[in-house]
């Protein structure tokens, strides 16, 4: 599309449509609003000769609609010498701005007008720049159903570029993955004898992003033997605990992969916040999270080196939900004291009593 295209398409003006007052004016009466002059980085405000005042102080703000982006606010007082105010447009694509407008003629006892929106415009929408990262040893096997999740870290929504924004997830056999959520993905009927190639691309209303985040997922039929074993989550330390897979040939580390647990039952990651991960080296048996992970489900996963060349690296994962694991109750010193008075009471009691028995029993005897 041109940039006079743009102009013609996306330049919308929202002029005033009952008794708002307008951000500037004569004494004569006319409307000091400048011409604007739009192109790929900057808008700018052009006044005519005529309306320049060196008593004239303009506010003028760049709004954007989206609370990720900064505005701009430019404040100019405006003499002989000044005609153009230039904003420069923040490199977002699709995103949504509005001019804010305000001024005061300092000879006068006038304060600052109202705020003025006399212009809005949207940036051209383009194909996503990028795709997302898959998460490291970012999928997990259902071997009962046949099922394998895959997972990524999400992309900004200031790096959607436009509408209808969704992910593409395909492998190299062909099939396409049902996408479950902003940042997880279902391929149903998985074949686990053979190793394949997993791709991801973002995709928009003009289309999908040109490059694509790649995971290999190797042959899973052994993959027991890889996984970490007895995985568990204890919530009094925030600690996730687990052992070394059965097979530790070329282990290189592990892991750590945790995400909010989602209302959908479906899903195994709330659609809403990024799943976050920490890589470890193959000597550590724990993790200790900076909160805690009752609300959340943790991943613990390890990596392996593959030194035959022409087989490439691979990584196998285990989920673990969280758990709370039962604790023996530790005996106190206090503990120990209390419970020794209260056994000698009961010893005095059951002594007492058995002497008023033989008493009683003596004088039946008599």
Excluded at 199 to 221: A, D, E, H, W
């Amino acid at each position: 599309m041109s940039w006079i295209s743009f102009l013609l398409v996306l330049l919308v003006w929202h002029m005033s449509s009952s008794n708002a007052q307008m951000p500037c004016i004569t004494e004569s009466g006319e409307e000091l609003l400048p011409k604007f002059i739009l192109n790929k980085t900057t808008i700018c405000l052009e006044w005519e000769d005529k309306y320049l005042d060196p008593y004239l102080k303009w506010q003028v703000t760049l709004l954007p609609q989206n609370p990720r982006i900064d505005g701009q606010n430019l404040t100019q007082n405006y003499g002989n010498s000044k005609q153009e105010l230039c904003f420069t447009i923040p490199s977002y694509a699709n995103q949504k701005y509005d001019l804010k407008f305000s001024c005061s003629f300092e000879d006068r006892l006038d304060s600052w007008t109202d705020d003025y929106y006399p212009l809005s415009f949207t940036t051209p929408s383009s194909v996503p720049t990028r795709p997302p990262s898959f998460v490291p040893n970012g999928f997990f096997q259902n071997p009962e159903k046949k099922e394998l999740y895959v997972f990524w870290v999400q992309l900004n929504e200031l790096e959607f570029n436009g509408s209808n924004f969704t992910y593409i997830v395909s492998s190299d056999t062909g099939d396409k993955a049902t996408v479950l959520s902003n940042c997880s993905a279902l391929f149903r009927n998985w074949d686990d004898t053979h190793s394949t190639i997993l791709f991801i691309r973002s995709q928009n209303s003009m289309g999908p992003s040109l490059s694509s985040s790649q995971l290999k997922v190797p042959i899973l039929t052994f993959s027991q033997d890889h996984q970490p074993q007895e995985l568990r989550y204890e919530e009094d330390n925030q600690t996730i605990y687990w052992q070394a897979p059965k097979n530790q040939n070329d282990l290189s580390g592990y892991v750590v992969s945790w995400c909010s647990i989602p209302k959908n039952v479906s899903q195994i990651c709330d659609d809403q916040k990024p799943i976050e991960f920490r890589e470890l080296n193959a000597s550590q048996l724990q993790f200790k999270f900076a909160k805690s992970m009752e609300l959340h489900n943790v991943a613990v996963s390890a990596k392996y080196k593959d030194h035959v060349s022409e087989k490439a690296s691979w990584i196998l994962p285990k989920v673990a939900r969280k758990t709370k694991e039962t604790s023996t109750p530790k005996w106190g010193i206090y503990d120990i004291i209390w419970s020794a008075i209260i056994l000698i009471q009961v010893l005095m009691i059951l002594v007492s009593v058995w002497k008023l028995q033989r008493v009683r029993n003596k004088s039946l005897d008599f």
